[in-house]
């Protein structure tokens, strides 16, 4: 089992800046992918950024160039760095954990609050 704690949301200005983390906790960090997810009210849950062990990371087209993702192994932390903030990117926030080898996305945070006004 790996346990995944969020921390970071808030509310901002439209070009503003956020840095959600997330903590796990549990099995070993690194052979998992670390991702994070959002979802907005009305709307299904979308991806929006992931890094492997490897460093390697994938991004959503609506977020590339504004996100960046990134993790800290030593400390079992992954965050996302939001700049250039815009109202569209308000949602719920997902830190998300899945293994190298599987597809599947088996454990989640709770969920942090994003919030960008116009």
């Known amino acids: 089992q790996v346990q995944l704690v969020e921390s970071g949301g808030g509310l901002v200005q439209a070009g503003g800046s956020l840095r959600l983390s997330c903590a796990a906790s549990?099995?070993?960090?690194?052979?998992?992918?670390m991702g994070w997810f959002r979802q907005a009210p009305g709307k299904e849950r979308e991806f929006v950024a992931s890094?492997?062990?490897?460093?390697?990371?994938d991004y959503a087209d609506s977020v590339k160039g504004r996100f960046t993702i990134s993790r800290d192994n030593a400390k079992n932390t992954v965050n996302l760095q939001m700049n250039s903030l815009k109202p569209e990117d308000t949602a719920v926030y997902y830190c998300?954990?899945?293994?190298?080898?599987?597809?599947?996305?088996?454990?989640w945070g709770q969920g942090t609050q994003v919030t960008v006004s116009s």
């Open positions: 549990g099995r070993t960090f690194n052979p998992y992918v």
């Open positions: 998300a954990a899945r293994l190298e080898i599987i597809s599947r996305w088996d454990y």
């Open positions: 890094i492997r062990s490897s460093g390697s990371t």
